[in-house]
C-alpha cells in the first residue's frame, strides 16, 4: 500500500506540468507570453541591412511534423533576417495547439512573428494569440521597410465593417522619413470569400495610394497564388500552408520585392 | 367552481404519485461524491456518483468545475464521467486498488466566446465542423480504495477513493493523429486527480 502510495505522490510530481484545467483555458504555467514583442526586439532594426531577406509561411494548424521540419529547412537558408507565421496558427483555436506550435518554432534560429488566422479566432482563441503573441494588429520596421500586420478575417466578425480596420491602417500607411517602403501581412486575402466584400475597394485603394508600397502578403487558401487585385500594379502574395511543405523566400533589395517558392 | 374542483383533483393525484414513486425515485441519491483537482474540467471541480451494474464496477459522476481567472481565464463547466474498472487487485481486506480502469466524459463550457454549434448565418453548414462548448473526452484512470469501515464506524462513509486520471479529446486526438512524430502520447493526455468517497 506504502509503494501504492508513493507510486502516485511520484506520478504527481513528476506530472505537474501536465495537469490541465481546461482545454478552453488562456494561458498555463508553461505557455509562452508576448513572442512577438520578445522576438521584434531581438530581430532589431535593421538598418544598414541592405538586403531584407524573409520567410513567409502560414496555416500550420494540425502540422507539427512539418513544423519541425520547416524549423531545419529554413536554419540552413543564408541570412533569414525573421519569418512570419501568417495565421492558422492552430485548428480549434485552442492554447496547447499554439503552445505546441510556438514550442517547434523556438527552434528556429532567426527571430519569428505570427499573424492571426480566422481559426485562431474561434474558441478562446483570441485570447491565446493576445496572451501568447500579443497584439492582432500591428507592425514594425526593419531595414527602412514597414510591415503592416493585421487581422483580415472578417468572417469571425460576421462582416461588421470593421476587420480589416481600414482606419487604422491608413493610420499606418502615411508617409515617414525613415521609411520606403511598405509591406501589409494578413491572413485572409482580399479575393476571398471570407474577407468583407464592403471593404475590398477601400482597402486595395488604401495601400494603392501609398507611394513605395511593395505588397500584400496573405495566406488561407493553402495554395500559393500571385494575383493583382486593381490596375495599381501591386502584387498580392499567397503562401501556400506549413501542412503542404511549402514556404516563400522573400528579398527586398532597393525597395524591388521578389520571392521565390521553396518545397521541403 | 369547477375550476377549483379540478385543481384539487390535480394537486392529490400529484401528491399520490409523488408518494407511489419515492419508492422508485431512490435510484436518484448519489451512492457518492467526488472532489477533483485539474483534469480538464476545472481548476477545481465537484460532483456526485453513481454505481453502475450489478458488480458496482463502472461509475457516473455528474460534476460542476470552475477555473479562476488567474488560472487561465474564468470558465464554468458542466461533466458527465463515466469509468469501468475491469481489474481490482485486493490490499488485504481494507483496500482495493483499480489499475487501469477506461473512461469516457463530455464537458459542457458555459462561455460567450463558447458556442454549441457555429451560427448557420455567419457559416456555411461544414465551414468549422466541431462544437466549441461541447468537448468529447477519452480517460484512463488509476484509484485506490480504502475501506473505511474498517477504522471509523458510523460515519456513514463507507470508503474512501483517490484516483488520478489522464485525459484527451477530439481536439488533441486530431493533432496527435496527424503529427505522430512531433507529438507523443504524453502531450494530448492531461492529469487530473481526485478523491471519492462513498456513502
Redesign the interface.
Known sequence: MRILLLFFLALTVLSCNHFEFSPNQSFDRISLKDVNVNNLRKLGNGIGDDTIKFVLTGDSQRSRDETVEFCKVVNAIPNIDFVILDGDISEFGVLKEMTWISRTLEDLRPPYVAVIGNHDETARGKEVFLNMFGALDYSFVYGGIKFICHDSNSREYNFDGQVPNIPWLKEELKPDANITGYVAVSHVPVNSEDFDSKLVKGYTEAFAQTPGFLASLNAHTHNYQLFYPDKSGIPYIITSAMGSSEFLVVQIVNNKLSFERVFF | MYFFRFKLIFILLVAVNIRANAQSLKFLIPDGAVAQ???????FSAGVSYDLFPNKRGSLDAMY?F?PGN???V?H?AAAKFTYRPWSIG?KDW?K?YPLNPGAFI?Y?F?K??SFK??S???SHDY?Y?S?AM?PHLSVS?E?EVNTDKFIRNTGIKAIG?Y?E?NT?D??L??YL??????KL????????GTRVKF
Open positions: 483537482y485539474a483534469g480538464s474540467i476545472g481548476y468545475g477555473v488560472r487561465g481565464g470558465l463547466i490490499v483496500a486498488f464537458s463550457t462561455h466566446d463558447l457555429f451560427p448565418g455567419q457559416y468549422y466541431w466549441e468537448r488509476s485506490v483517490f488520478i489522464a479529446n481536439y488533441y486530431i493533432n496527424q503529427n505522430t512524430s512531433a507529438l504524453n502531450d494530448i493526455f492531461l492529469l487530473g486527480i
